[in-house]
């Protein structure tokens, strides 16, 4: 499987553009864990940090979870792999976590966050408030986060699989 990655017209309107940054930088950390075995994809960057490929996909499910679903739609969603006592969770991997779990998991979390965005219009608020602020978010603020999340992110998927098998690319 070969991830295809465009980016958005230089003139497409607003929401079009937001929406294709979105699904690029998702595609982005697709393509970084192709080709690679569940092992590979949970190897963690360097001790002690637990960070990996596959916990980054989970976290990213989270994010995803959280953003359109608790807090766009008000979803009484809860967490996927953290816990009041582990946090981090996502990224805490056990024996019997797999990458494919957690990807099809991510891919679930995408479905829904498109399902959810579709009634919003750019400037409409959030049904739900943020965990910190206690305000709704519009779906414009919503998006532009979501895209820095993963830029972010990506740029950790990229170290990762250098240090993996060596494979570059932006």
Same mark, same amino acid.
């Given at each position: 499987?070969?991830?295809?990655? &465009? ?7 607003? *929401?079009? %553009?937001? $929406? ?5 930088? /998702? #595609?982005? !950390? ?18 002690? &940090? ?7 996909? *989970?976290? %990213?499910? $989270? ?5 359109? /679903? #608790?807090? !766009? ?23 019997a976590d797999t990458h494919e779990e957690a990807y099809a ?66």
């Amino acid at each position: 499987m070969t991830t295809e990655r &465009s980016e958005p017209a230089p003139d497409a309107d607003e *929401r079009t %553009m937001l $929406e294709g940054w979105l699904d690029y930088h /998702r #595609r982005t !950390l697709s393509w970084k864990c192709e080709g690679l075995t569940d092992d590979q994809l949970r190897t963690a960057s360097v001790p002690p &940090s637990k960070l990996s490929l596959t916990g980054l996909v *989970r976290h %990213m499910a $989270e994010v995803e979870r959280n953003w359109f /679903r #608790r807090v !766009l739609a008000d979803e009484a969603a809860g967490p996927l792999y953290y816990s009041e006592a582990d946090r981090d969770g996502d990224f805490h991997l056990t024996a019997a976590d797999t990458h494919e779990e957690a990807y099809a998991t991510w891919q679930s979390e995408i479905d829904a966050a498109r399902r959810n965005a579709a009634g919003f219009a750019l400037d409409d608020l959030s049904r739900g408030v943020g965990r910190q602020t206690g305000e709704p978010y519009s779906l414009r603020w919503i998006y532009t986060h979501m895209i820095e999340e993963y830029a972010r992110h990506n740029g950790h998927a990229d170290l990762l699989r250098e240090r993996i098998d060596g494979a570059i690319g932006e």
